[in-house]
DNA sequence: TATTGTTATACTCTATAACTATA
DNA sequence: TATAGTTATAGAGTATAACAATA
């Protein structure tokens, strides 16, 4: 591939291209080791909110992530289906559904979670404990620059 | 947003975090800009490679960047229907479609560098120039290091 | 037989709008 | 009237497979 001559690297990458290169490879990368355990990246990030706010409704866990209530509908129904989440009502409020990780979701989480951990050792795999750092500390400076908004990732939004 | 209790900013983001979220805001920021000039990402990377090669197959294009041939004509399809890309017969090889820019493509492919670059400032606002050239090393390293291909750009292949 | 370009088709992801049951 | 959850639906983006013309 590098030795084609119809491709794009003649010119040097500008950062932006860089960034979304390298940010979708990580993306694309991710959601293939996460299927191992039967998980794919929005649903693995919805089981990670609820283990962190259980209780808490649909809705009110949708909205910190930006996600539309009807596509949180389709999201725990299908972790309900797998017996990963549970939908309890709330006697407050007949309207609200409460959101519960089962055993059988706390696992699953566990699992998911050295998943990413493996997933990290990869992407940064060769690079110095420096530079990690480095890397690191300029991509958050960047994520507050330009507002997005830390823990929200895009592609689990609008 | 960020003072929600419902979201995923308690612990500090991983790299690949961080990386996924910037480089998928990188690139949604992009595709709004640059449909300013009513082009989009796809449309404005076959540009650039048609502007690089003249005078290519369609598939020749699509192969440097992995795109499959049957997604390189409803491509180029727009493309020439637009008036921004010509379809010459090969009187070499009466199969293949050689590519050329119309004066018109060309004028789109100048408006859109100028986008591209504007979006480059933004993204990159607020940092030194020893930060810029950093990150960018950084991310280079990366591309290399994880064989990503250095201006294949997998939002635009498989 | 192999290759270029094409067509047909289908699948994934996601959002918008309308609906229901509660409040 | 407003809100939580739901359903119906449609659009964008993309890939795979089969096909025609040419090599």
Chains 1, 2 share one sequence.
Do not use: C, W
Request: glycine residues 8%; without cysteine; aromatic residues 2%.
């Amino acid at each position: 591939m590098t030795g084609d001559s119809v491709n794009g690297d003649r010119a040097p990458s500008t950062l932006a291209f860089l960034l979304s290169q390298v940010g979708i490879h990580a993306s694309r990368r991710f959601a293939e080791r996460i299927a191992e355990v039967d998980l794919n990246p929005p649903l693995f990030r919805i089981l990670n909110l609820i283990d962190a706010a259980e209780g808490q409704s649909q809705q009110a866990i949708g909205a910190g992530i930006q996600v539309p209530p009807s596509r949180m509908v389709a999201l725990v129904d299908e972790l309900e289906e797998r017996g990963l989440v549970e939908r309890r009502p709330n006697p407050e409020d007949r309207r609200v559904r409460a959101l519960y990780l089962t055993r059988k979701g706390r696992s699953a989480l566990t699992r998911g979670r050295a998943i990413a951990k493996a997933h990290e050792e990869e992407l940064t795999e060769g690079m110095s404990e420096t530079d990690r750092t480095r890397l690191t500390k300029l991509l958050q400076k960047m994520v507050d620059q330009q507002a997005i908004g830390r823990g929200v990732h895009p592609g689990l939004s609008s």
